[in-house]
């Protein structure tokens, strides 16, 4: 079964554009969660969509935004990007009511 | 909000010595998961634990979920050099706090030959 995958990998962007990354889960799986890791904040939830809904949300700004897709694949925007925005952005998935997250390899995101 | 403390934060052994990390909660989790992540590349799940008390093992690697629920424990038995890598924990608060890990700082482990 083909893991979970994200594109792009790596993104350098200028301060003030926007961003759109996309996470493909593991099929089956019906729940993405999205998380940000930095050096000095560590990993960061941002928010959970399952079946098309966002059922959970993190303390990020409203800069950060995302969807989920009636086949479970998913995206996260983040608009007028700052240089903070700087991160390796993850993307998790997981089957209906589990906790056990797999996550992809990640996008790295470079704001100048 | 949660916060989880990992310690100790980075372990220098020599390879077939034992590790052991924990991590402590100022509240309740309802499951508690052990990754480890590689440079470049996403964490990835070792064990998850359910329920106060448990005790699993995946190889060489053993968790504990604490009895109190706002802790848990990893040891690493016999190291070997690619046992390298940063070791998160993470836990699970239940209740509406869908799809959202809380992650500890993470372990930097160094395994020498």
């Known amino acids: ?12 962007k200028t301060r003030g554009q926007q961003v759109t990354l996309s996470c493909s889960p593991i099929s089956g799986h019906r729940s993405v969660s999205w998380y940000q890791q930095t050096p000095g904040q560590g990993l960061q939830f941002l928010f959970e969509y399952f079946s098309e809904t966002q059922r959970n949300k993190g303390n990020f ?30 993307c998790a998935s997981s089957l209906a009511g589990s906790n056990e997250q797999y996550f992809g390899p990640g996008t ?4 100048t | 909000g949660q916060q989880l403390n990992q310690s100790p934060q980075s372990m220098f052994i020599q390879e077939g010595e034992d590790v052991s990390m924990n991590c402590t909660s100022s509240s309740i989790f309802n499951t508690w998961l052990w ?61 509406t706090s869908y799809g959202k890990l809380t992650f500890g700082q993470g372990t930097i482990l160094t395994v020498h030959p």
């Open chain 2, 35 to 95: 990754y480890k992540q590689d440079p470049g590349e996403g964490p990835v799940l070792l064990i998850a634990l359910y329920k106060a008390g448990e005790l699993t093992s995946n190889g060489r690697l053993t968790a504990q979920f604490g009895t109190t629920r706002k802790d848990s424990f990893l040891n690493i038995s016999a190291s070997i050099p690619s046992d390298v890598g940063i070791y998160f924990c993470a836990g699970n608060a239940g209740g």
């Open chain 1, 108 to 111: 790295r995101l470079t704001v």
């Open chain 1, 1 to 12: 079964k083909a893991g979970v995958t994200q594109t792009p990998r790596y993104l350098i």
């Open chain 1, 61 to 90: 700004p409203g800069r950060f935004s995302g969807r989920q897709f009636s086949n479970s694949r998913s995206e996260m925007n983040v608009s007028t990007l700052e240089l903070g925005d700087s991160a390796l952005y993850l």
